[in-house]
């Protein structure tokens, strides 16, 4: 394999092509763990030093909200993460930023990134159940 080929499959590996995945969440500090975890992706890979510099991702709209081009639903990310105003909600978003990027190397976590179902253990069983009942019901349904 040559070297340009090796670079761009790491390049795609990294901008989360071929690798994204709904993962439910159970509990909203969950939430808040995965929206940081997402927004150190490009920390991780080592294109930027602090998540403020990919322009392209939630930190940046998180902590500059805008009023045109929004991309987020600040009230509804708000409400989800168990927070009544969305003030209150940066602060604590941006708490979460700082220990994160003192971590000595970030790495994946496979709970973000492989996992159907984040939360304890009934509830994870809980959501199995429900995507193999899906799944059979679409077979059954053809």
């Not at 969950?30 to 080592?46: T, W």
């Not at 009544?84 to 602060?91: A, D, G, T, V, Y």
């Not at 984040?118 to 009942?133: A, L, T, Y």
């Amino acid at each position: 394999m040559d070297r340009d080929t090796t670079i761009e499959k790491k390049e795609r590996a990294h901008f989360g092509e071929d690798r994204s995945h709904t993962t439910v969440i159970e509990k909203r500090e969950l939430l808040l763990r995965c929206i940081v975890y997402i927004d150190m992706n490009m920390v991780r890979a080592g294109v930027v030093d602090h998540p403020r510099d990919w322009v392209h991702g939630g930190y940046v709209e998180i902590q500059n909200t805008r009023r045109k081009c929004i991309l987020i639903d600040y009230e509804t990310l708000c409400h989800r993460a168990g927070y009544s105003i969305f003030e209150r909600f940066q602060k604590v978003h941006l708490k979460w930023i700082n220990p994160a990027l003192t971590k000595a190397e970030p790495s994946r976590e496979t709970g973000w990134t492989e996992a159907i179902a984040v939360g304890d253990e009934s509830f994870i069983g809980f959501v199995k159940r429900q995507m193999h009942d899906l799944a059979l019901d679409y077979v059954d349904s053809m």
